[in-house]
């Protein structure tokens, strides 16, 4: 689903904890409008938010457009910098869009009109993500041969700013180059709208699909058998350790006994690599309430993570934009992250 849209200075995004109950835009024409749907809740994924903090940059610029030349220009941009990185703190994305804007492409810097450099800073920004998500549906259906069963695991990928990406659009791209044979999502707890919100959006295409709960998943792999499960992760340790949504380790177990490939899919720019093992990500616990919300369970308490970190040692692979990176990690994934070129697609229907 297209989340997000700018267009003369406006910014639209979709209320994403609405979808798909609701298709609710929410229109932000200044920085301080952007800044409150950030911090709002209302944009799920970090990419997006990302995105949006970019052009919530240039909405500033905007705004002080007649200060460009005095020093009271890049105070404005400053303060707009701060107020965005508070309403995501510890945004990962966030933080490398700001960097980027902050550090624009060099031919853009001879644009004495410094308006002018930072929209199309934002542009650009915006459109790397783009290509990025386009590159990781290439490399990912680039494994699959005629006859191809899948079983996605994921929390993610359903909003994009342009492009399906992630999982789903590993998916929706092997069904349109006629490579896949099955499609099978398994539903995320305890939300339990993960999966079936990808669904819908393969259903828009007419691309079809499967949908079982994540408690089934073994029993699935082990009746039917799949020739890869995906799942979209968080973040990648140097080590190859997956920071992914709840429910990505049991999974990757299940392959592991089955001896069915298990793929994580994720952006190259989310390798960390000062993270030297998974254990940096800790354990933090997600909402209690979320599990007991709206049961008839009396005074019991709830858990659960607030995400998984999946062993290094169950992932066959991460699928990324710049490539595949498979064992030993240590040394595949700084090759790719340190050395390994942004790809650029020309043509995005090949």
Not at 7 to 16: F, I, K, M
Not at 106 to 114: C, I
Request: with cysteine; aromatic share 6%; charged share 20%.
């Amino acid at each position: 689903m297209i989340s997000l849209q700018w267009q003369d200075g406006v910014l639209s995004l979709l209320d994403q904890a609405a979808y798909p109950q609701q298709e609710h835009w929410i229109t932000c024409s200044t920085l301080e409008e952007t800044v409150q749907a950030l911090s709002s809740g209302a944009v799920l994924e970090e990419k997006i938010a990302a995105v949006a903090g970019a052009y919530g940059y240039c909405q500033a610029a905007i705004a002080a457009q007649d200060l460009q030349q005095t020093p009271q220009f890049q105070e404005k941009l400053d303060e707009a910098k701060a107020k965005l990185l508070a309403s995501r703190p510890n945004s990962r994305d966030l933080a490398a869009a700001m960097h980027f804007m902050e550090n624009p492409p060099e031919a853009y810097t001879k644009n004495v009109d410094r308006l002018t450099t930072l929209l199309a800073t934002a542009v650009t920004y915006d459109r790397q993500q783009v290509v990025a998500d386009r590159n990781i549906c290439r490399n990912g259906t680039d494994m699959m041969g005629e006859g191809t069963r899948i079983l996605i695991r994921t929390d993610r990928g359903a909003f994009h700013s342009a492009s399906p990406c992630g999982a789903l659009g590993i998916a929706r791209r092997g069904w349109k180059r006629e490579v896949l044979e099955q499609i099978t999502l398994c539903e995320g707890r305890p939300a339990l709208t993960a999966a079936t919100l990808l669904a819908q959006e393969l259903s828009k295409e007419n691309v079809p699909c499967t949908l079982i709960p994540d408690h089934a998943a073994a029993t699935f792999l082990a009746r039917q058998g799949a020739h890869m499960v995906l799942t979209d992760g968080i973040l990648a340790a140097k080590n190859g350790d997956l920071k992914a949504p709840v429910g990505t380790y049991e999974l990757a177990i299940a392959c592991y006994f089955h001896s069915i490939p298990f793929y994580a899919v994720l952006n190259a720019d989310d390798v960390d690599l000062e993270a030297e093992s998974g254990a940096v990500f800790g354990q933090d616990e997600g909402d209690s309430a979320a599990v007991t919300a709206g049961l008839a369970c009396g005074d019991a308490k709830g858990w659960t993570p607030a995400y998984d970190v999946v062993p290094a040692f169950l992932i066959t692979g991460m699928v990324t934009d710049r490539g595949i990176a498979c064992a030993p990690y240590e040394e595949t994934l700084e090759e790719l992250v340190k050395h390994a070129p942004r790809k650029t697609i020309i043509n995005f229907d090949a």
